[in-house]
């Protein structure tokens, strides 16, 4: 299970969870891990697009604590529903949900964690970082591939 921040302008506009920039970035570090996407199941932590106008553009707010804790109870279901055998929390709005605390993303990268619901939890950055990043682009796409990657690999083990 893959847990993003929030929907962003293409995700709100498409009703589905990671169809914009992101998601296509999502997809090749996927594939680059030999993970089918079909076979995981991708959601967001905050299910609505929380933005402000700047002309005729949606612009993209972080979520706040407070619409992080009003969404927890959907996420929680999601966990539920689906019996994933690890969720890997993609940046610091999805851990601080699935884990129930603030987290720092440098600390927790690399380490399995317990969420409340006792699913195994990896923690790494979320896409749309990698879309921001000016210098060392490509170091970062393989070291997010590779929280992919080790990912799978636990989950394949814990099956």
């Not at 996927?30 to 106008?53: C, D, Q, W, Y």
């Not at 600390?107 to 879309?131: D, F, K, Q």
Request: charged residues 30%; glycine residues 8%.
């Amino acid at each position: 299970m893959l847990v993003g921040e929030q929907p962003g302008n293409d995700e709100d506009l498409a009703g589905l969870p990671f169809v914009g920039p992101a998601g296509r970035l999502l997809d090749r570090a996927l594939e680059s891990a030999g993970i089918p996407r079909e076979k995981v199941f991708v959601t967001n932590a905050v299910k609505h697009f929380r933005f402000r106008m700047r002309g005729k553009k949606r612009i993209h707010q972080k979520p706040s604590a407070g619409q992080i804790e009003q969404c927890r109870w959907w996420l929680a279901r999601e966990l539920s529903d689906i019996e994933p055998t690890i969720v890997v929390a993609m940046g610091a709005t999805a851990a601080r949900s699935v884990l129930g605390k603030p987290v720092v993303i440098r600390e927790a990268r690399g380490h399995t964690l317990e969420s409340p619901e006792h699913v195994a939890v990896r923690v790494t950055v979320h896409p749309s970082y990698l879309l921001r990043l000016r210098d060392n682009r490509k170091q970062e796409f393989d070291r997010f591939t590779d929280d992919l990657r080790q990912a799978a690999g636990l989950a394949a083990k814990r099956s």
